[in-house]
């Protein structure tokens, strides 16, 4: 029986926040249980870019406080770290406000600039990593993910935080290798697996709604979440927004992979009541995933059936990021004839459907849509 604690917190008052963690993680067993005096542990909260807490992309700075503080009782060795899309940690760090908690604390940033090639010979997708450096020179992780919506794997928790335990632009390599979702979410498992973090907390107070999990709405949720098992925290959060776990690639896969259970009577749900914490208008996509297939007629069909990125040309700041975050050669999405004063073109036909685009839009002006004959088949 798997056991996810949940944990009512309406606010990021730092006070509310420590008392939240601190009875979620006694319900789990209490500190001593996930860290010993000596450890090296790594804090891995959602650094996806460098935007600020009120944005809700990253892992808000009271609820990394009140872990890291948390831990230090233990005695503990704590650094931390994440690897941001683009950019450095460093930088994503110090806009969040999390450098800023970690430099009063004297915890030092790990290296995820860096990595090395590893094998994971119990991984079933993928068994060749390269990890940062951080990761593999620590004893333990403790993930601390945000709920959020994601266009690519529909939602984003407790599995997929550890695809920032990839350095940098190596992320982008993966999408071109594996651009097939329930593929790419089986190789996050298997990354799941070798990081295997001891603890998951998630930040839910606010997540993130629509266009995630970069250029969505803040929604207000009221919620930490703690558990060992990540795929029964992910599904947790699925049943608390409406969304079948089963249509969550990373959630099914990891039940499959022998991660945790999504399983409604394997899992045993501790602290507050989950009825206090269902919202079912949060605004995601609650429709199978359709697979995308990169070749020959079947990449023909998928085109008109695959949600397809487009720029909304009044929103767009013409930054270029969208075009150096595209990970195919040639780009799917460029500079019309060069000129980067004209808002950027997507030419379908490269476009293999990762959203990398859309995810690190830092306007949001990339949005995701349904063809016609998708949205009929919907229906």
Not at 119 to 125: I, L, M, S
Not at 211 to 220: D, I, L
Not at 237 to 257: A, H, S
Request: charged share 25%; with cysteine.
């Amino acid at each position: 029986m798997s056991k996810v604690a949940l944990i009512r917190c309406e606010t990021y008052n730092y006070k509310d926040v420590k008392e939240a963690v601190k009875r979620g993680v006694e319900l789990l067993g209490g500190i001593n249980r996930f860290a010993k005096k000596g450890e090296k542990i790594l804090l891995k909260p959602n650094l996806l870019a460098a935007d600020p807490p009120e944005k809700c992309v990253t892992t808000h700075p009271s609820v990394f406080r009140a872990v890291a503080e948390l831990f230090l009782t233990t005695g503990a060795k704590i650094s931390y770290g994440d690897s941001p899309a683009f950019g450095s940690t460093a930088g994503a760090a110090k806009k969040a406000g999390l450098a800023e908690v970690a430099d009063k604390l004297e915890i030092k940033i790990g290296d995820f600039k860096n990595g090395e090639k590893i094998f994971f010979d119990k991984g079933k997708q993928n068994r060749k990593f390269i990890i940062a450096r951080a990761v593999l020179e620590n004893d333990a992780v403790v993930s601390l993910p945000k709920l959020k919506s994601h266009g690519f794997e529909k939602f984003t928790g407790a599995i997929k935080n550890q695809f920032g335990c990839i350095p940098g632009m190596l992320k982008g390599e993966y999408h071109v290798k594996i651009p097939d979702p329930c593929n790419f979410a089986k190789m996050l498992v298997d990354l799941n697996n070798f990081v295997n973090p001891r603890l998951y907390i998630m930040d839910g107070i606010y997540g993130m709604e629509g266009n995630g999990p970069r250029g969505g709405t803040p929604k207000q949720m009221n919620i930490l979440l703690f558990s060992e098992d990540p795929v029964a925290l992910d599904a947790t959060v699925c049943r608390l927004i409406n969304l079948d776990p089963e249509f969550v690639p990373t959630t099914k896969f990891g039940m499959e992979y022998g991660m945790g259970t999504y399983l409604e009577n394997e899992i045993e749900i501790t602290g507050d009541d989950l009825d206090r914490f269902k919202n079912e208008g949060f605004d995601i996509n609650r429709f199978p995933l359709k697979t995308y297939n990169a070749k020959g007629f079947t990449r023909f069909l998928n085109n008109r059936l695959v949600p397809k990125p487009y720029i909304v040309e009044n929103e767009c700041i013409k930054c270029g990021i969208c075009v150096n975050m595209c990970p195919v050669n040639p780009k799917a999405v460029d500079w019309f004839k060069g000129d980067k004063g004209n808002v950027p073109v997507y030419n379908y036909d490269n476009c293999i459907r990762c959203y990398c685009c859309q995810e690190m839009c830092p306007e949001s002006a990339i949005k995701l849509k349904a063809p016609l004959l998708r949205r009929i088949f919907n229906k």
